[in-house]
């Protein structure tokens, strides 16, 4: 089912091939920038959390 791409057959799959490598790249990227911000929201939060426990026994 592969068709016949003749002389063209390089650039071709070497375009695919760039296309699928950046495609991967994209995701693993906004995976990592995904766990990053979790983490940073997590640690707000938890610093939030400690101010209102501290706000709670001021008063």
Known sequence: MIPDLGKYA????GAYGASILL???LVAVSLWQAARIKRALAGVEARAK?????EATDA
């Open 23 to 25: 495609l991967v790249l």
């Open 50 to 54: 400690a101010g209102a426990a501290t």
């Open 10 to 13: 390089g650039a071709v799959l």
